[in-house]
């Protein structure tokens, strides 16, 4: 099984950043992919951003392409996620994820993470 904790998340203004970490263990969490989800209030969990276990491929939805920016530290099982220019829509749980492909977290990860909350004032 793979455990994922994640942590970082707080108030921010509108326009500024905030960078959420997720901790993987577990025997396969090294080589699987890496994602991240946000679940906002009364809207469905959507995807959000996507790294490879190689961190050669990476894969981010529209809304948010060009301010979040998804990593990953295989030594330290680690994955990151620099959200800038936050929106007063960006507001969400975010949720770590983690599947063997980009193409499965897709599809629907197998692992989840309990969230961390992100507040966005305006």
């Known amino acids: 099984q793979v455990q994922l904790v994640e942590s970082g998340g707080g108030l921010v203004q509108a326009g500024g950043s905030l960078r959420l970490s997720c901790a993987a263990s577990?025997?396969?969490?090294?080589?699987?992919?890496m994602g991240w989800f946000r679940q906002a209030p009364g809207k469905e969990r959507e995807f959000v951003a996507a790294?490879?276990?190689?961190?050669?491929?990476?894969y981010y939805t529209d809304s948010v392409n060009g301010r979040f920016t998804i990593s990953r530290d295989n030594i330290k099982n680690m994955v990151y996620l620099q959200m800038n220019s936050l929106k007063p829509e960006d507001p969400a749980v975010y949720y770590c994820a983690s599947d063997r492909t980009i193409a499965s977290i897709l599809r629907g990860p197998d692992y989840w993470g309990q969230g961390t909350q992100v507040t966005v004032s305006s």
């Open positions: 577990g025997r396969t969490s090294s080589s699987y992919a």
């Open positions: 790294i490879s276990w190689s961190a050669t491929n990476t």
